[in-house]
């Protein structure tokens, strides 16, 4: 499967970028997941470095200054942890298996990172880490972005509920509805806000809420979630019964087969990408630097989760 999402999906039409401090980064996180617990054996070790936040991280934000692309490093790999507790370990099988652990991480994002608060008890390393990515991205001192963040982490938090009530009654949604939930549940938005903190050049609350950037913002997300999918397929389909993934939402929609299934997802990754290249041009012509600026980023993930697919073996 993994060949086919190869030879099936374009390849996105931008500059592959990488950080020049990607190794010394890896080696940040790394320290900070294993001083926050997260990595408390040899297989969570093991499936951490299969997944490589810090390549992600360095191709998705290649001219950050090299603390606030540990941010976002340190935040993919929150985020990859506790997919893995969801999908690898279980947590995730039911809803009332994950709901108290979703109520204390909410209870952590509800601090907004304040450094006059005590460190949370109760909720785990991965409490402790959230705690520890949200006051990191306070001392940034721009208030918009920070509540921008927790207000995506929630989303994302109670999307990881319905995934798992899906799981629990072994339902495959439609093809609309995962598309929908899936900007949620894949992590991205958070990433695009810690990728905009490292950035100053940036549009303002404004001009970030224009109708053509906010649909060009989520069509980018859209793009970064299929493009996973197409490459872990083939592994999901292997393991424990899920049905959260595009090619198996057409299959169970349409009753095609997983051939023509795997080709018609492709086919709609194609069609977003060039649909959002030749909408991406419209509003580089018409923006100003900050708009210009805010493209860059996203043109940026496109072609680093197609990049890192290629070469992580997270989904081998």
Not at 279 to 308: H, K, M, P
Request: charged share 25%.
């Amino acid at each position: 499967m993994r060949s086919f999402a190869v030879s099936a999906l374009r390849e996105p039409p931008f500059p592959a970028r990488r950080h020049a401090a990607v190794e010394l980064v890896a080696g940040a996180s790394l320290g900070w997941a294993r001083d926050l617990g997260l990595v408390g054996t040899p297989d969570a070790l093991r499936r951490l470095g299969g997944a490589s936040p810090a390549e992600l991280a360095a191709r998705a934000c290649p001219d950050a200054p090299v603390d606030r692309l540990c941010l976002l490093s340190d935040l993919i790999t929150w985020l990859f942890v506790l997919d893995d507790a969801c999908d690898e370990d279980g947590l995730a099988a039911s809803p009332t298996r994950l709901a108290p652990v979703v109520a204390g991480l909410l209870t952590v994002l509800d601090r907004h990172g304040d450094p006059d608060v005590p460190r949370p008890t109760g909720s785990g390393p991965l409490g402790l880490a959230l705690d520890d990515l949200c006051r990191r991205a306070r001392a940034r001192q721009r208030p918009t972005l920070l509540l921008r963040l927790v207000s995506e982490l929630r989303q994302y938090l109670l999307a990881l509920l319905w995934e798992a009530a899906n799981r629990e009654r072994q339902r495959v949604p439609g093809v609309a509805e995962y598309v929908q939930m899936r900007r949620h549940t894949g992590g991205v938005a958070p990433s695009f806000t810690l990728t905009d903190l490292a950035h100053d050049a940036l549009p303002g609350a404004g001009r970030r809420a224009d109708p053509a950037l906010t649909a060009l913002d989520a069509l980018a997300a859209d793009l970064v979630c299929w493009c996973n999918d197409l490459f872990s397929y083939g592994k999901e389909r292997t393991g424990e019964w899920d049905g959260h993934n595009l090619v198996a939402t057409i299959i169970a929609e349409g009753g095609q087969d997983e051939q023509d299934a795997l080709h018609a997802a492709a086919a709609r990754f194609n069609e977003a990408l060039a649909g959002y290249a030749e909408r991406e041009a419209v509003l580089a012509a018409e923006g100003d630097e900050g708009v210009r600026a805010f493209l860059a980023t996203r043109r940026n993930w496109i072609r680093a989760t197609y990049d890192w697919s290629l070469a992580a073996t997270r989904y081998a």
